[in-house]
């Protein structure tokens, strides 16, 4: 790898997904090879970006979720045979897990790996005033790497010259271009953030669009000062934090895990992917929405995140779909669902509008959207239970973010996790389920405890993992 950097900005909605998606573009275009990165839990900038990297997958960085041993070996694995690597920021630069501290922010991440930060700054209506924010930024963590900025929503090349003169030399920060001011260059928004790529994948117009204001930044000096080998790069980890596979190394396929991804679910870590794949799984891509039932010969079910209260009744037409997934669940085989997976699973969904719709019927109760966010943010769990991915006591970390409910019926077992001021999910063997994300690279056992779970029950053992 020959450079690399970050790109963060001032607040949430000054650009930075634009200009990552725009220096995907442009560095491809010149033969580049990119990998791209997305600092925090976030699904969706993930899903474009890979619409712009020539088919490398873009990877999360999460410095709560994650050690920063894990954070240096993915960074280092996935940046292999790369020419660039962009890491797209979270919030604002230093805007992180608490108000107290930097823990989690673009800063913090930056400092881990020791990356130049480029910074994004909405420039619309200001002038000289947008070189003192780019001081302020500067001067507030000199450590941080702040080495370039980009102005956005620019008016003109007018505008342009003011907010060039307003960063002095001095400083030691290149001014990089500018974006101009394109109601046209903006992704469609919803209550989770972003619509995902699947459900909008751009238009030709759109990055068309993308391509011409990339034109007004200067890749010449932004590529200088990601040069990799000037700055002092982040130690490589001394010892492996995981068993990654190498590109193309043959894996022995222990089991066969169906995963559910298209519109309706597509909130999935990448490397969660490829931990499993490295304890010996082969996974099987599936959709619930267009299917016609469950791949043959899987022994167990990955339901992701996503938006399936959007697809709620195409999805509860699709009976077929239903009746096969009630099979598996019957036929006691491993099921484990997140958030909209849990959605899915429930036995109905009632809309804001007050439709109800059938869904899988294999957790019992109703899951209602709500007008108001449930849950937002990191939490600290305890697992409360044995299951097939985490044994009683251990400690996990996870990220929630819904706006729907699950209000279940009858005598259930206590919940698999519990947290400060509550506990959360269901757990029936063989269906794990809740709210939380896993990364399964805050934890060494959570992938390989999966595959050797599903691997035990396709042998036999099923009293191991019910007692």
Known sequence: MKHALVVAGTHSGAGKTTATLALLAALHDRAMIVQPFKVGPDYLDPGYHNLFSGGRKSRNLDS?????????????????????????????????????????????????????????????????????????????????????????????????????NSVRPEWGIEVLGYFPDDAEVRIPERHLGLTSALENPLSHSF?????????????????????????????????????????????????????????????????????????????????????????????????????????????????????????????????YAECGGLIYLAERFRDRDGHVFGMAGILPGEVEMTPSLQSFGYKELEANADTFLFSRGDKLRSHEFHYSRWLPHGQLSEPPYRFSGGAEGYWSFPVLASYQHLHFGSSPLLAGRFVESALNLKAGCEKSLVE
């Not at 930024?137 to 505008?159: M, T």
């Open 64 to 164: 709560f979720l994650l050690s920063e041993d894990y954070i240096r070996a993915s960074f280092f694995r996935n940046t292999h045979r790369a020419d660039v690597a962009v890491v797209e920021g979270v919030m604002g630069m230093f805007d992180g897990r608490s108000a107290e501290n930097a823990e989690g922010s673009t800063a913090h991440l930056a400092k881990i790996l020791g990356l130049p930060v480029v910074l994004v700054v909405d420039a619309s209506g200001a002038a000289q005033s947008a070189g003192a924010t780019v001081l302020g930024f500067k001067q507030f963590d000199p450590a941080a790497g702040l080495a370039g900025v980009i102005f956005n929503r620019v008016s003109g090349p007018r505008h342009y010259e003011y907010l060039r």
């Open 207 to 335: 990055f068309d669009r993308l391509k011409r204001i990339s034109d007004t930044l200067d890749l010449e000096r932004l590529l200088a000062i990601s040069r990799f080998e000037r700055r002092v790069p982040a130690q490589e980890p001394a010892g492996e934090v995981c068993s990654w596979s190498g590109p193309g190394e043959e894996r022995r396929s222990k089991v066969r895990i169906g995963v559910a991804y298209d519109e309706a679910f597509s909130f999935y870590y990448e490397d969660n992917f490829d931990l499993l794949r490295d304890q010996g799984a082969e996974l099987v891509f599936f959709s619930p929405l267009y299917g016609n039932a469950l791949p043959e010969n899987i022994d167990a079910l990955y339901v992701g995140g996503g938006f399936p209260e959007m697809f709620a009744p195409k999805l509860s037409r699709n009976l077929s779909m239903i009746e096969s997934l009630q099979k598996f669940a019957a036929e006691k085989h491993l099921i």
